[in-house]
């Protein structure tokens, strides 16, 4: 009788807990992660200082390398291509100083529609799904939580049997069998060092101490706060309507980390003290050559954005487009700090700069135009959800004003940074890039195919010419982008002979993957011409987006 007592209270106590618990259920998991890995106070960054004296003059050594990607940013956020956010309202002019000192591929493509598996490519110059990269990291919670929203004239697809298959969030990451950016410049001398969002994996072999960084300071998940929610800089910008936004406001953190070190909350709004850090980097860095891979997280969700930027754009009416735009600013005030800095050095004549976003921007934040004038957003092989900003600026070697019309993607920055830095490619393995820098000045851009591959939703762009075949739905699209850019009209019935030599093409390419290291959980409708604040019918485009 005693033990059926104790067993009573002891579910009472647990059902007590369970009632207290679950009005917070969807903060649940950040609460177990801050419990298990506590962020401590603010401390400072002390970058490895270099020689105070250059053997060599900046011009006679190997080019320094900057890769500044940044996060959801769709190709009409910016200036440098005539339009620009809220109608040109919100100048980029540093951003836009990369391509009029540099070169302009204006057919420039991400390695995803999705973060992570666009920085795979980033690092590694091979299609993500090469090495079974092929879906962005998150716990089954997210995918649940997706997997239960309200579409409206379409449902989300959650795969309950695979759940069983799915591996821990940090173990989601790149393997350590591939041969990073910064391990094959690290090798060939250069100092490296990254600063940012990571989303390549969170265990210890996937850290970026373990991919060939010397120095970092940064996070390794998918999304950071840029403040907390309660400082009084910060004006937030919650969006019920957005599946992710809930649970990015009850889990993310702000805080970062120093070369793997206990989480600590960072000194300031969190794009400017990324900048911060870039400027630091250079400064410790300015006499010897160094790859510096600046990955900001702006503008993704959370919106969140500096009070001084919010003010400094008040002609724009529309409050939450207003935010959005001053997120963009700050990056653009980033982009300007490093610019100065390398100047200020004496560093900018041979220090090549890269500028590019990881994927369009997103229709789930309620913005239309982000990637104007393309269809499609974030997570869809639609050009909007993989056109994005592609600028190379080198001063020693690039014509100020060039303008490349083919095709240039994330896969080409390994090759680039690697033949700068007069390294070898890797022999043992496909690398699937070329070097834009020899197209830049002249060189020919070869002929090539690129691929891109989601679940059972695949892309072939060869020649102009595009198909995208998907399983849900069932479906086939095939566009004539030299003529159609904007993809208006679907040609699969009318070009049967393409058709099938773009098939063909496809499925050889596709043969050449690998199999997902783990597996897509959920695949959320995602409306072609429609952001999530517009109603949408049965009629409307659509893709079941594997993730």
Same mark, same amino acid.
């Not at 400027?279 to 919106?303: C, D, E, G, K, M």
């Not at 690039?398 to 680039?416: N, R």
């Given at each position: ?46 970058w490895?200082q270099?020689p ?27 200036t ?6 809220a ?80 591996i ?7 393997p ?8 094959i ?11 940012g ?25 998918g999304?950071?706060?840029?403040l907390p ?51 630091s ?55 300007g700090?490093?610019r ?61 004003? @060039?303008?490349?019309?083919?095709p +240039? ?5 390994? /090759?680039?940074? &690697?033949? #700068?830095?007069? $390294?070898? *490619? ?49 479906r @086939?699209?095939?566009?004539?982008? +030299? ?5 208006? /009209?679907?040609? &699969?019935? #009318?070009?049967? $002979?393409? *058709?099938?030599?773009?098939m063909a ?6 043969a050449e ?35």
């Amino acid at each position: 009788m005693r033990w059926l007592f104790i067993l009573g209270g002891i579910a009472v106590l647990m059902a007590g807990a369970l009632a207290l618990a679950w009005p917070h259920r969807i903060a649940l998991p950040g609460m177990l992660d801050r419990w298990r890995d506590p962020i401590g106070e603010t401390q400072q960054v002390v970058w490895d200082q270099g020689p105070q004296t250059a053997d060599t003059a900046p011009g006679e050594r190997s080019p320094n390398v900057i890769v500044i990607l940044v996060d959801d940013l769709g190709i009409n956020d910016i200036t440098t291509f005539g339009g620009g956010l809220a109608a040109g309202d919100v100048p980029t002019p540093n951003i836009d100083a990369i391509a009029a000192n540099g070169a302009v591929f204006v057919n420039g493509y991400a390695g995803n529609a999705t973060c992570a598996p666009s920085r795979a490519a980033i690092m590694t110059g091979r299609y993500a799904t090469r090495f079974g990269f092929e879906f962005t990291p998150a716990p089954v919670a997210f995918h649940r939580l997706v997997g239960s929203f309200d579409y409206g004239s379409r449902e989300a697809i959650f795969h309950e049997d695979r759940v069983a298959e799915a591996i821990p969030t940090d173990q989601q990451g790149l393997p350590p069998e591939e041969i990073t950016m910064a391990e094959i410049l690290r090798d060939s001398g250069y100092r490296t060092l990254f600063i940012g969002k990571w989303h390549l994996g969170a265990a210890e072999p996937f850290q970026p101490q373990n991919q060939g960084f010397d120095e970092w300071v940064g996070f390794y998940p998918g999304a950071a706060l840029f403040l907390p929610p309660d400082h009084p800089d910060a004006v937030n910008l919650r969006q019920d309507f957005d599946p992710i936004d809930p649970f990015l406001w009850a889990n993310l953190n702000y805080a970062v980390r120093w070369n793997g070190s206990q989480r600590f909350a960072p000194d300031g709004y969190m794009t400017d003290y990324f900048a911060d850090q870039a400027v630091s980097a250079i400064q410790a860095n300015r006499n010897r050559p160094f790859f510096l891979y600046l990955a900001l997280n702006a503008p993704h969700t959370p919106l969140q954005a500096l009070r001084s930027d919010v003010e400094a754009l008040g002609h724009i009416e529309d409050e939450r487009l207003r935010i959005y735009a001053a997120m963009i600013r700050a990056v653009d005030r980033a982009v300007g700090r490093v610019r100065e800095t390398l100047a200020e050095e004496g560093l900018a004549e041979n220090t090549i700069i890269v500028f590019s976003s990881d994927n369009g921007a997103p229709g789930y934040i309620g913005f239309a135009d982000l990637n104007a004038p393309y269809r499609g957003w974030k997570a869809t092989f639609f050009e909007g959800g993989i056109r994005v900003p592609m600028l190379v600026e080198w001063p020693a070697r690039v014509t100020p004003g @060039t303008v490349i019309e083919a095709p +240039a993607a994330h896969v080409d920055l390994f /090759t680039t940074a &690697a033949r #700068a830095a007069g $390294a070898d *490619l890797p022999g043992d393995r496909t690398i699937d890039g070329i070097d834009l820098i020899d197209v830049a000045t002249g060189g020919p851009a070869p002929e090539r195919a690129l691929f891109w591959r989601s679940g059972h939703y695949r892309v072939l762009l060869h020649e102009g010419w595009k198909l995208q075949v998907s399983e849900h739905p069932q479906r @086939t699209w095939l566009f004539n982008l +030299a003529e159609d850019p904007t993809e208006q /009209t679907d040609l &699969a019935d #009318a070009e049967p $002979a393409r *058709l099938a030599a773009m098939m063909a093409r496809l499925e050889a390419l596709d043969a050449e993957q690998a199999e997902p290291i783990w597996p897509s959980l959920v695949e959320p409708p995602v409306f072609i011409d429609r952001h999530l604040l517009e109603p949408r019918t049965a009629d409307d485009e659509y893709v079941h987006w594997p993730n």
